[in-house]
């Protein structure tokens, strides 16, 4: 049952504004945040930042629309929570790619308990890389999470042959970018000390060892300092997003998927770890498509399961960078 709240009413502007700020949490591929906000009094405009791009692990820019489509996601999340109805314009200028989408109010709407539970979650939503705990996921929560995503895209939830498949697929994968000079590089620096302050990963938030896995994570190339109890992932789920293009406009409704999942996941007490890797080459991006009977196109893999209350301590948040480094609102100057 839905309960309506109501607000004092405000400026689009002040709420597009809070909104972008929200947008900063968002998941993105090596915590890159390839994302910039402008914000104007009658709009909100999302941009692609191409220099936080990916050029060896994500030539073709499908994570980080991903990223994009979470951040997007979230900004709908937290203007909904506000009290305002938006219309969404994705990918709005053929002539401009990196204009990800624009966000118009529409009017005011009222405000749920979910939507304000959703928005909340969107400050606690983290990444915990350890094994989860041997809980199963109850069927109830994994409908809901389900639910969540389709109404954005589309998910799969894999049988246990298909993560068997996955499996060895990520296993193929980690080898492959092993043997990349290139990709070694990037993932050096996103998890290093040279790292753009306030983005990657650092130490804290990678395992201190290899964890017990059905599927295998990225490796790294290095190891972190989250310290990692016993235990195996035996009662993990796992799923794909899917859709049925695989073009910017399909990657961006897919980050979109992700966050909505994401956040309803975190609402029950869910762990959910995106696995790029196994997407990015191209051998095991075909075995995924296999997996969906190539009826549609892989966007990412996902490791679902309880959070291991015996783990010691939850992990530290990502660094984010400064909000004027991913929030421009300059516009509003003459609104002041």
Known sequence: MSHETTFVDRLPAAAFADAATAASKAPS???????????????????????????????????????????????????????????????????????????????????????????????????????????????????????????????????SEDVADLGSAACRAAAVEAGDAQVAAELAYWTGRARLAGTGLPPSVLPAHPTQTIVPSRDFGRPGTLPVGAGHDHAAVYALLFGDGDGPHDWLRAGETLSAAWLTATTIGVSVVPLSGVVEVADTWHTLRRLLARLGYPYLALRLGIANPEQPGPPPRTPRLPRARVVDDSALSDQR
């Open 29 to 159: 591929i090596l915590n890159t945040q390839p994302w910039l906000w402008e914000v104007h009094p009658d709009r909100l405009d999302l941009f692609a930042n191409r220099r936080r791009q990916l050029a060896a692990g994500d030539p073709q820019g499908r994570q980080l629309m991903l990223s994009c489509g979470a951040a997007l996601h979230h900004a709908r999340v937290a203007l909904a929570a506000d009290g305002w109805a938006v219309h969404v314009d994705r990918l709005p200028h053929a002539g401009d790619p990196d204009l990800v989408a624009t966000l118009v109010v529409s009017g005011r709407a009222p405000v749920t308990m979910e939507g304000l539970r959703l928005a909340h979650m969107i400050w606690i939503r983290h990444t915990d890389r350890r094994p989860v705990s041997e809980q199963p996921i109850p069927e109830v929560g994994l409908q809901a999470i389900e639910a969540a995503a389709r109404a954005e895209g589309d998910l799969q939830i894999l049988s």
